[in-house]
């Protein structure tokens, strides 16, 4: 775990980054074109690179090294930030479209790979605490990033600030290149490599999907409540400032940075409680304690805009945080237990699901805003996944419930759903690949 710390570190000092950068670039269009319409459009751009970066980072992931990947991602970056810098002022205007989807694309192609490969580095006895460490760290990088990202930008200019951004991005990938981590399965060679490749230009996309349905689709469904999360979290997202402004109109920042704080907090306490029960136990939480935490987080959302006084909303607000932080650690460390082969695909398919609940939520809740409270709208959308994960829990009840045993279990064994208390037989992933096998066979 100590070369994953420092990779730990390294990843959280991009994403500090890449959050203060979030503010500053969005300020940056605005006050360039002075036009809210092109602003709007920047964000939409990187959404929509988003949602379809997550295809092609899941192939990636699968036939490519993916630390090679994740380095390559993190210059690419810099230099387009280097590229703005040294551009003459006609000529940002194109070159920040550009760097919108260069970003964008380039932030999911690293995420999948890097959720794909922890196992492969920690082992997959230790990847439940490894997630905790990086929801952690990402957690305080965007305390962090949001927190400075007005005084650099005010103090010290825009340049500074994506200056700033190119360097961390320098750092985050010198640090990776550095370290003698192991990112593939050990099985995982240029023949496998070469026959990886040779299935996702077969159809094995569609293949993949339909065998994903068939051996476990339970994991398809809480791929679906990441994306309706998404949904609520664009949500409150956009509800937050227009909450915070009705609180205060002559001090709108205060409840925000109370929220967000708090949030973040609620996140870390989540992965110090969360490592030392898995440790404890040697067990990691399924299906069903994801269902469950995802309710509490989206039931504490809605109650932060019920108009309750300031200290049991921010009590809600680190409720929140702390299902948030949990719900998010199970999440992928269930995806983290399949054959690592088809991991990518599977975090690929994630990223996108998820990034297209949230733009269109950014959407649809920033219209209905327009005639509904903050309360209405978020309690519609959160409340939307509290209803699924309900039939999710029931599903669950139902076949006897579903928690996946997969703490000490050699990774790469089980993309199936595995009843509670039972071992999948020593073949299963044998017969994973031939439930994919026959799938492409029946797509070609």
């Known amino acids: 775990m100590g070369h994953f710390r420092l990779l730990v570190v390294g990843n959280g000092i991009s994403a500090y980054g890449s959050y203060l950068n979030m503010v500053a670039l969005n300020v940056f269009i605005y006050h360039v074109t002075g036009s809210a319409l092109t602003a709007g459009l920047f964000m939409a751009v990187r ?29 690419t970056q810099a230099l387009a930030l280097v590229a703005l810098l040294l551009a003459p002022d006609g000529a940002r205007v194109g070159l920040l479209f550009a760097l919108a989807v260069i970003t964008g694309s380039c932030s999911t192609l690293s995420q999948v790979a890097l959720r794909s490969s922890v196992p492969e580095i920690v082992g997959a006895e230790h990847r439940a605490r490894a997630n905790g460490l990086l929801v952690t760290g990402r957690s305080l990088a965007m305390i962090a990033g949001f927190a400075s990202s007005g005084l650099v930008v005010a103090q010290l200019g825009y340049s500074t600030a994506f200056a700033l951004d190119a360097v961390t991005f320098v750092i985050s990938a010198t640090v990776l290149f550095l370290l003698p981590v192991r990112t593939r399965a050990a099985e995982a060679g240029p023949a496998a490599e070469e026959a990886a490749a040779g299935q996702e230009a077969s159809g094995a996309a569609s293949g993949f999907a339909r065998m994903l349905l068939r051996t476990a689709p339970l994991l398809v469904v809480m791929i679906v409540v990441r994306a309706v999360d998404g949904l609520g979290s664009s949500s409150h997202n956009v509800a937050l400032p227009i909450y915070s402004d009705s609180l205060d109109p002559g001090h709108p920042a205060t409840f925000i940075s109370q929220f967000w704080a708090t949030w973040a907090i609620g996140n870390i306490v989540a992965q110090q409680l969360f490592g030392r029960v898995t440790k404890k136990t040697g067990r990691t939480p399924g299906e069903r304690a994801f269902a469950l935490g995802a309710c509490v987080m989206s039931a504490a959302f809605i109650v932060v805009f019920a108009g309750l006084p300031t200290v049991p909303a921010i009590i809600a607000a680190l409720v929140a945080g702390m299902a948030d932080g949990f719900t998010e650690i ?7 237990a399949a054959p690592d082969a088809q991991r990518g695909r599977l975090f690929g398919l994630s990223a996108s699901a998820e990034n297209t609940g949230f733009g269109l939520g950014m959407i649809v809740s920033a219209a209905l805003l327009e005639s509904f409270s903050p309360l209405q709208v978020v309690a519609a959308f959160h409340g939307l996944a509290i209803a699924l994960c309900v039939v999710l829990l029931a599903v669950l009840l139902r076949r006897g419930g579903r928690l996946t045993r997969t703490e000490g279990r050699p990774t790469g064994q089980d993309v199936r759903d595995v009843p509670d208390g039972r071992e ?11 439930e994919a096998s026959k799938a492409e066979g029946r797509s070609s």
């Open 47 to 75: 959404l929509v690179t988003n949602v379809l970066a997550g295809f092609v980072a899941g192939r990636l992931v699968s036939t490519c090294d993916r630390k090679r990947l994740m380095v390559g991602a993190d210059l």
């Open 330 to 336: 199970v999440y992928i460390s269930r995806l983290q």
């Open 424 to 434: 999948e037989p020593a073949n299963a992933s044998a017969d994973v690949s031939a």
